[in-house]
């Protein structure tokens, strides 16, 4: 198995890291948890459990920074700051990290992203936003709404347009047609230890479900049972499990 790591351009809060496994394959978008680093999945078992779809040439991963300590998880700042800051990460996923997979794996099917935590939120995120680029967005235990993130300060564009929770009620017309006819999202939460408190993944995981249930927007909900936690040894068993029919 293959692995590549690169730094890349300036985040404009700093310099990113992408770190690649894989030599072909559909491209994985890997996003870390809180405040996570790329390797963080290797170090976690998430790229062995998947490695046959790696070494079969299925899937190629691409796990990036994540930068969320001067962002979502910087809780001296409101939340609204917050939301401005993460407009820089944004760009650099969209403007830098996405035009390198695709000079890297150069006709592709579409993006898969995935995350575990604070990481599913960012590929849902981003699967909503950009579907046209993110074709398929699984979230793993994932909290969609930042303002719960210990949020404070009063709120404005900056965060709704980054609040799954507050932008899917608020779609309509042309655009909600657009997301309607590109999106993917598949939203994973267990039942068991930390996915309601203090995280809230299970509560959010079905609110954001029935959001885009109303919206009509494609998805899928997968509630595993209440031995399921919140930790990394799910979130292997569940990527492996779902991961193969998308690659």
């Not at 760009?91 to 830098?96: K, Q, R």
Request: aromatic share 10%.
């Amino acid at each position: 198995m293959e692995r590549v790591q690169v730094d890349l351009d300036t985040l404009g809060i700093g310099r990113g890291t992408v770190v690649r496994y894989g030599h072909w394959g559909r491209p994985l978008l890997a996003f870390p948890s809180e405040a996570g680093r790329p390797w963080d999945f290797e170090n976690n078992g998430m790229i062995e459990a998947i490695t046959d779809l790696i070494d079969a040439g299925r899937v190629k991963v691409y796990c990036v920074d994540s930068f969320d300590h001067l962002t979502w998880a910087e809780n001296r700042l409101p939340t609204e700051e917050r939301a401005r800051r993460h407009a820089f990460y944004e760009s650099w996923i969209l403007d830098t990290v996405v035009p390198r997979i695709d000079a890297d794996s150069p006709g592709h099917a579409g993006i898969v992203a995935t995350g575990a935590s604070m990481g599913a939120y960012h590929a849902v995120n981003f699967g909503l936003k950009r579907p046209d680029l993110v074709r398929v967005a699984i979230g793993l235990s994932g909290n969609y709404d930042p303002t719960s993130f210990n949020g404070w300060g009063e709120l404005g564009e900056a965060t709704y347009y980054n609040n799954p929770t507050a932008y899917v009620p608020g779609m309509g017309g042309g655009h909600l047609d657009w997301v309607r006819a590109q999106a993917n999202i598949l939203l994973i939460a267990g039942q068991g230890a930390f996915e309601v408190h203090p995280t809230r993944s299970l509560p959010e995981a079905r609110r954001l479900a029935g959001l885009l249930a109303e919206a009509r927007i494609p998805h899928q909900l997968d509630l595993w049972g209440q031995d399921s936690a919140h930790d990394w040894p799910w979130w292997r068993k569940q990527l492996a499990h779902h991961l193969p029919r998308f690659c």
